[in-house]
């Protein structure tokens, strides 16, 4: 028997991105359509006063990039 644990780490997606590629990340993370979270996304930020992009910035600022395929 092997014991392998799988981990995801929480990185900015290069493949599903639309700006920064923070949702697509999120989505990789949460197992969610990337989409149904830029619509959440888009709905805090316009019922939250602009609370959605400032929380989008600092995940931009802090998230690393997924690295390149050596492929």
Not at 36 to 44: K, M
């Amino acid at each position: 028997m092997t014991n392998e644990i799988y981990t995801r780490k929480l990185r900015r997606s290069r493949t599903d991105r639309m700006v920064a590629g923070v949702c697509g990340g999120w989505a990789h993370v949460l197992g969610v359509d990337a989409a149904l979270l830029r619509i959440l996304l888009v709905a805090a930020t316009i019922l939250g006063f602009g609370t959605g992009a400032i929380l989008y910035l600092i995940c931009w600022i802090l998230m690393p990039q997924e690295p390149t395929p050596d492929w």
